[in-house]
Structures are given as structure tokens and as C-alpha cells.
């Protein structure tokens, strides 16, 4: 079965470096979106990513946070200045697009973030 | 915007019973999906159930559209069925994005 897979699982990184996290859709997938749950909380939505550009962002994903697709291939969330109150789990999800019923997200296994 | 709510927030079971997980939503049913956060944080999904009911194995759900609800059966529960369930809805299509509210979650607990 096919899978978004992400990297790195796990990153542990001081308060104010930059991090760089990478997903890589299911090749036939058009929309892609990051989300994020601070421990013991739900999922929360950061932004989504449609034709190369954001569609929508929400309240957390402030000036620090940056998503790019470089090559193609692989969908990239930046934190530039990390603060301890990104320690969370990162998930990125995509999902074919149309109206159909097969437009299900499908999520990564996540990466975790720590900043200390 | 959408609300989910999810009940109950925690549950405790022996192995082998069964429950049921409620999800209401405060806005009409467009997508919805239910998912398994197991004790490694994964996110599995387990249905993709806008209205009426599916199976699959121990686990069916049904989503009541016109009710704004949707429930999660699980039966003869085991201990690797333990972590958080969610269910998440759509925003309506058309919107610019079509991303998924969650609810809160419902943690599980089988114990042996």
C-alpha cells in the first residue's frame, strides 16, 4: 500500500536553529498539508500546499514556518527560529484530489520535534 | 468554523469487550474519517465513512449524516486496539482547502 513517508522520525535541536522537515507524498497525490499535535493534544492544522503554492494557513503557521516542494518530489516544512513551544509531532498527509470518494488524507508515521 | 466533539474522552476495557466511540459535528457531513493513533504516535487511518456504515474486521462504524454524528464500534477488544481514536470531518468542499478538523480523541485502554 502506497505511504507518505517522513524524515527524520525523531529530531532533538536548540531553541533558535533551523529545522528542516521532509515528507514524501504518494506519487499520483496533488494536495499536501502539515499538522501538528503538542503532546497529550489533538491534531492541529498548519497549512496546505495545492499547485505549487499555499492554499490556506492557519493561526500557528506564522512567519517562521515555510513549506516548499524544491524537486518535486519531496514537501518541506521549515521552522527557522524553533522555540520551545514547537516541540510537537509533525505530520505531513496528502491526498489525491477530485470530489470522488476515494479523496481520503492520508498521513505520514509523523516526526517528532524537541527543542530544548 | 467546525466543531468536533468526541466522547468519551478515555475509556478502560478488559479484553474482549466491546464499546462504542461518539463523534458529533457541528456542521453538515462532508468527509469524515476515523483514525488510530497507536502508543508510537502513527496516525492509521481506519474509515473514510461520509454516511452509512462500514466494516472492517472488529471495527465497523456508522456516520447518522443528517444527525451530525458518527459512532466506532469495537468489538472483542484486545490490548493492541489501545491508544487514541479520532475522527476528523472536512471542511465543506469548495473551500480553499478541504482540510480536516479532529476532535479531541478518545484514549483507549485494553487491559488484559
Known amino acids: 500500500e502506497p505511504e507518505v513517508t517522513q524524515t527524520p522520525s525523531h529530531q532533538v535541536t536548540q531553541m533558535g536553529q533551523e529545522v528542516i522537515l521532509r515528507c514524501v507524498p504518494i506519487?499520483?497525490?496533488?494536495?499536501f498539508y502539515w499538522y501538528r499535535q503538542i503532546l497529550g493534544q489533538k491534531v492541529e492544522f498548519l497549512v496546505s500546499?495545492?499547485?505549487?503554492?499555499?492554499?490556506?494557513k492557519s493561526e500557528i503557521f506564522d512567519d517562521q514556518f515555510s513549506v516548499e516542494r524544491p524537486d518535486g518530489s519531496n514537501f518541506t516544512l521549515k521552522i527557522r527560529s524553533t522555540k520551545l513551544e514547537d516541540s510537537a509531532m509533525y505530520f505531513c498527509?496528502?491526498?489525491?484530489?477530485?470530489?470522488?470518494?476515494?479523496?481520503?488524507?492520508?498521513f505520514g508515521a509523523g516526526s517528532r520535534l524537541t527543542v530544548l | 468554523g467546525i466543531q468536533v466533539e468526541q466522547s468519551p474522552p478515555d475509556l478502560i476495557l478488559q479484553e474482549g469487550a466491546n464499546s462504542t466511540l461518539r463523534c458529533n459535528f457541528s456542521?453538515?457531513?462532508?468527509?469524515l474519517q476515523w483514525f488510530h493513533q497507536n502508543p508510537w504516535g502513527q496516525l492509521i487511518n481506519l474509515f473514510y465513512?461520509?454516511?452509512g456504515t462500514k466494516q472492517n474486521g472488529r471495527l465497523s462504524a456508522t456516520t447518522v449524516a443528517t444527525e451530525r454524528y458518527s459512532l466506532l464500534y469495537i468489538s472483542s477488544s484486545q490490548t493492541t486496539d489501545s491508544g487514541v481514536y479520532f475522527c476528523?470531518?472536512?471542511?465543506?468542499?469548495?473551500?480553499?482547502?478541504?482540510?480536516?478538523?479532529f476532535g479531541t480523541g478518545t484514549l483507549l485502554a485494553v487491559q488484559p
Open positions: 498527509a496528502t491526498r489525491t484530489g477530485g470530489i470522488s470518494g476515494a479523496n481520503v488524507l492520508t
Open positions: 506519487s499520483n497525490h496533488l494536495y
Open positions: 500546499f495545492y499547485n505549487n503554492e499555499i492554499s490556506e
Open positions: 456542521d453538515s457531513v462532508n468527509n
Open positions: 465513512i461520509p454516511s
Open positions: 476528523a470531518e472536512r471542511t465543506p468542499y469548495g473551500g480553499a482547502t478541504n482540510k480536516l478538523i
